[in-house]
């Protein structure tokens, strides 16, 4: 669906670095990016989009070990262990009937795997991160010191819409290689009644997650997703947050300089955060069945201090 609009030119997404920039706009100091388009006002209006009182999660299950790793130790109960009575616990009275189990997990959830969300301190174009900070923001043992995760420690709960472009096609996936572009995200608007607005989280469905569940796999390297020449038009509608059921970016970009031309210009011009690797089926069903396509999102971030980014369980509340 590209009639009627010819795609920018790969000089003209190298200039989106400079005409979607949001540097400076909240303040030389700031981190939280289009974040600041979430106000109380925005919130507020978020909680009246609950109509039905109706949750569902928009993350994937994280598998081990697939997704990462982990190591588990069980106390069994302390009547099955011989010698129980001879092993004290500070704080705790030796209780025959006491038992537990604890783990220690390891995950890189970066990829095209586990559901995440990338704060701006992910990316960097020449050096530089969002705001115009260098890249050495970032030190190799304590992470980074700017727009880092915890930027979003009070967590992300906005309006959420849901935009299901495969749908729209009339297909029940996007293929790997094709983009969406902002004909269709009008298009899905018209067609669910709803319009993006300030400070919404947009997610997009591309179907994708429909051939994960079917096959069990993530894909490779070639993904349907946002094409570049929807930046200007998530610009203009002062969106807060995207997500998609792929890593975002329609993988090959058609743009040998930028590799991921989505991924580049929000994070590091727009300080715009990305939800990655969504699990949209759920989500597109209870909307499509209540006729609903806009909901509370609430994302809330583990604060790991310094990182990039944060495993999530998106929840929509319709």
């Given at each position: ?32 990016g ?17 109509r ?13 070990p ?45 990829g095209?795997?586990?559901t ?105 390297f ?21 997500g ?40 597109a ?31 929509a509340?319709?």
């Amino acid at each position: 669906m590209t009639s009627g609009r010819s795609l920018p030119t790969q000089d003209d997404v190298l200039g989106y670095f400079e005409s979607l920039s949001n540097w400076g706009r909240w303040g030389d100091d700031d981190e939280r990016g289009t974040l600041n388009h979430v106000t109380d006002d925005v919130r507020l209006a978020a909680a009246r989009a609950v109509r039905h009182g109706r949750s569902v999660s928009c993350a994937w299950e994280v598998s081990v070990p697939g997704d990462m790793e982990r190591s588990t130790t069980s106390c069994p109960c302390a009547a099955e262990m011989p010698g129980a009575e001879d092993m004290p616990v500070a704080g705790f009275r030796n209780d025959r009937r006491w038992g537990f189990s604890t783990e220690r997990l390891g995950i890189t959830f970066h990829g095209n795997t586990v559901t995440h969300v990338d704060s701006p301190c992910h990316l960097f174009w020449d050096g530089t991160t969002y705001n115009g900070r260098s890249h050495s923001v970032v030190d190799e043992a304590t992470g980074s010191a700017w727009a880092a995760v915890t930027a979003a420690a009070n967590g992300i709960v906005t309006r959420g819409v849901l935009l299901d472009v495969a749908a729209v096609r009339d297909v029940p996936w996007l293929e790997p290689g094709q983009g969406v572009f902002p004909e269709d995200l009008e298009e899905a608007e018209r067609r669910q009644g709803v319009q993006v607005r300030r400070g919404d989280a947009v997610l997009l469905r591309t179907g994708h997650g429909r051939v994960r569940h079917q096959s069990a796999e993530p894909g490779g390297f070639a993904q349907a997703g946002w094409h570049a020449s929807c930046l200007p038009w998530l610009h203009e509608r002062e969106v807060a947050l995207i997500g998609a059921d792929t890593p975002q970016d329609v993988q090959p970009s058609g743009y040998d300089d930028v590799l991921m031309p989505v991924h580049a210009v929000s994070l590091v011009a727009m300080g715009l955060w990305l939800l990655d690797n969504c699990d949209l089926e759920a989500c597109a069903t209870t909307a499509a069945d209540l006729g609903q396509w806009d909901f509370q999102l609430a994302l809330a971030p583990v604060r790991f201090a310094g990182t990039s980014g944060s495993p999530v369980n998106p929840i929509a509340t319709f």
